[in-house]
């Protein structure tokens, strides 16, 4: 089963997320972004852990000591996003990636009994979700992605992206990314650049490191405008213009 055990961890990871930023995290009174790289340094780091490579935003912070089956947990609170949304309330963003043993069911199947267990969590109410995509990674394994916006307990809205894909010797993983606000925000809504960014990101995963492609996240890094998280101060995302090339 990928569905109930994924999404309980998600859950996890946020909490544990958010706390580990409470340490470092900026300013709440005004956004924060991230300093620009220079041009021979990709806005991106790279990340090479054992069977997989992934893409995740350069300056978020990582967990030292992952729990269960992630094997990678970062935050990017305040980091290429703004602090804070509209209404004052803290901003969380992060990604998360699990590895699990090897499984029978598709990534299909896994897709559709994630977003099936959802009606089952009581801290969680589903306002709106995409239907699964079929997709392809850069190497050509086949994955699932789902997209899903949530309301927490009541009280924060959050924008959820998981991608299921299986590795040569079928194990499952999963790489789950959000941005959580108030329930009465619409930051997410007014922002889809940054959501696709954030999905160039998930979707980069790969299992053959002589494949991994950034083509994506170079289109999802060219110049956008994020709209004003708060009515009083607009910022822009830290994704760099053109020149960044690499992986």
């Keep these: 089963m990928w569905g109930k055990t994924v999404l309980s961890t998600a859950i996890v990871a946020i909490a544990l997320l958010g706390g580990l930023a409470g340490k470092e995290k900026a300013p709440l009174s ?22 997989f490579t992934i893409a995740i935003p350069r300056g978020w912070r990582k967990l030292p000591m992952p729990i269960g089956h992630h094997v990678l947990y970062v935050n990017g ?8 949304d509209e209404t004052g309330s803290p901003i969380q963003t992060g990604l998360t990636v699990e590895r699990y043993s090897k499984l029978d ?18 801290r969680l109410k589903v306002v709106s979700q995409d239907k699964v995509k079929a997709l392809k990674l850069s190497d050509g394994a086949e994955a699932a992605l789902i997209r899903v916006i949530l309301l927490k307990d009541r009280t924060r809205r959050s924008l959820q992206l998981k991608l ?22 619409e930051f997410v809504a007014k922002n889809k650049s940054l959501e696709n960014w954030l999905r160039a990101h998930v979707t980069s995963l790969c299992f053959d490191r002589e494949k991994f492609n950034t083509a994506a996240l170079r289109v999802a890094y060219s110049p956008a405008q994020t709209q004003p ?17 690499g992986r």
């Design 30 to 51: 005004r956004p924060a972004t991230q300093t620009a790289p220079c041009d021979t340094q990709p806005a991106w780091e790279v990340v090479k852990g054992e069977g």
């Design 164 to 185: 299921y894909a299986k590795d040569k010797d079928s194990r499952g993983w999963v790489v789950s990314a959000w941005i959580v606000t108030s329930k009465d925000s």
């Design 77 to 84: 609170d305040g980091l290429g996003v703004p602090a804070i």
């Design 229 to 245: 998280a708060t009515s009083s101060r607009p910022t822009t995302t830290s994704a760099p213009t053109g020149g960044n090339k």
């Design 105 to 122: 069911s598709s990534t299909m199947e896994g897709a559709k009994e994630n977003l099936a267990s959802l009606k089952w969590n009581r």
